[in-house]
């Protein structure tokens, strides 16, 4: 399985399993981040989040219609067991080092 490492501000990096859309995931909680390859074959986060149960988050996910249309082809993913501070702790840092993701450009927001 692929990896990507995202950084957040604070330099901390994060080791995300690459996943292809729609995902099949096991009931466990972690951070997620819809994303794109761009025309540098890097990837491009379109939005970025966090869940109690990553195998219920993404068939009616409230952002679908805008990550949708914002070209999203997979989903990365990363097993975050240290409790919803921690998970949230974590997709604020990768929000903040990855503004393309909020709004207007991207789907968080």
């Given at each position: 399985?692929?990896?990507?490492?995202?950084?957040?501000?604070?330099?901390?990096?994060?080791?995300?399993?690459?996943?292809?859309?729609?995902?099949?995931?096991?009931?466990?909680?972690?951070?997620?981040?819809?994303?794109?390859?761009?025309?540098?074959?890097k990837w491009v986060p379109v939005y970025i989040g966090e869940t109690e149960d990553l195998?219920?988050?993404?068939?009616?996910?409230?952002?679908?219609?805008?990550?949708?249309?914002?070209?999203?082809?997979?989903?990365?993913?990363?097993?975050?067991?240290?409790?919803?501070?921690?998970?949230?702790?974590?997709?604020?840092?990768?929000?903040?080092?990855?503004?393309?993701?909020?709004?207007?450009?991207?789907?968080?927001?």
């Amino acid at each position: 399985m692929s990896t990507c490492n995202w950084i957040g501000k604070s330099g901390n990096s994060y080791e995300y399993h690459i996943h292809n859309l729609p995902p099949n995931f096991k009931s466990l909680p972690g951070n997620y981040i819809f994303a794109k390859l761009n025309a540098n074959n890097k990837w491009v986060p379109v939005y970025i989040g966090e869940t109690e149960d990553l195998s219920e988050r993404f068939d009616d996910h409230h952002k679908m219609p805008c990550i949708k249309r914002k070209g999203a082809t997979h989903i990365h993913a990363h097993l975050n067991q240290g409790g919803e501070v921690a998970r949230r702790r974590e997709e604020s840092d990768l929000l903040d080092n990855y503004q393309n993701a909020k709004e207007p450009n991207g789907c968080n927001g």
